[in-house]
């Protein structure tokens, strides 16, 4: 596709409840980013995978917090039972490579969760 | 681990006249600089990059920034901004060899008439 989607780009939910976040990213794409936007706390990195595995899941905040990635492309965020501190814009980010080299991650416009 | 600072959470300025926005990072290797732009409500959108090279850097926009390795910033410069440039400016630092992105927490750039 053109760019990286993210859908919802809405979600309102009640405490408690699980929320699944999808980021579908550049066709081609191999690497591909979690990133969590808040007040307060900024830009803060969530997860990382390089094809199908996730070689750093180190900001993932708590075990409530999971991803998946299939195929080597779209990607699924998932919340259980969320609490009202989850509320916070989720970014997806994919570049063409992974590894720490020169390559350019670029964003999805973001879903906008809010917990209730 | 790698820390980015944005001293100010907001610069005002009148439209026409130059900017700066600081970024100052902290790190023990050897990093790539980026800056990224947010519009209101949309995402991330680069506007430049240091890898190696120049030390100083043309972006979109007119933008450029100055790599400063002996004081470890990477200010944002525009000669002249225009009422457009209003969003939110992130400066952001990769360790060479990680994929991860460290950001800092932003600068609002509000452009008056």
């Known amino acids: 596709g053109a760019g990286v989607s993210q859908s919802p780009s809405n979600k309102v939910t009640e405490k408690g409840k699980d929320v699944e976040l999808r980021c579908d990213p550049i066709?081609?794409?191999?690497?591909l980013y979690w990133y969590r936007q808040s007040l307060g706390q900024g830009l803060e990195f969530l997860i990382y995978?390089?094809?199908?595995?996730?070689?750093?899941k180190s900001g993932l905040p708590s075990d409530r917090f999971s991803a998946e990635r299939t195929g080597g492309s779209v990607s699924t965020l998932t919340i259980q039972r969320t609490q009202q501190e989850d509320s916070a814009v989720y970014l997806c980010?994919?570049?063409?490579?992974?590894?720490?080299?020169?390559?350019?991650?670029?964003f999805g416009p973001g879903t906008r969760l809010l917990v209730l | 681990a790698q820390s980015v600072t944005q001293l100010d959470s907001q610069v005002p300025v009148f439209e026409e006249a130059p900017v700066e926005l600081r970024c100052n990072y902290s790190?023990?290797?050897?990093?790539?600089l980026f800056w990224y732009v947010q519009y209101p409500n949309q995402g991330l959108q680069l506007l430049l990059k240091?890898?190696?090279?120049?030390?100083l850097v043309k972006g979109i926009n007119g933008f450029e920034a100055e790599f400063n390795k002996s004081q470890t910033s990477f200010h944002l410069r525009k000669p002249s901004v225009h009422i457009s440039d209003t969003a939110e400016y992130f400066c952001?630092?990769?360790?060479?060899?990680?994929?991860?992105?460290?950001f800092g927490k932003g600068t609002m750039l509000l452009v008056s008439p």
């Open positions: 995978f390089q094809g199908n595995s996730a070689p750093d």
């Open positions: 790190s023990s290797v050897s990093v790539y």
């Open positions: 066709s081609g794409h191999t690497a």
């Open positions: 980010a994919s570049s063409l490579e992974g590894g720490g080299g020169a390559e350019t991650q670029y």
């Open positions: 240091y890898l190696s090279g120049s030390t």
């Open positions: 952001a630092v990769r360790k060479s060899g990680y994929s991860t992105l460290t």
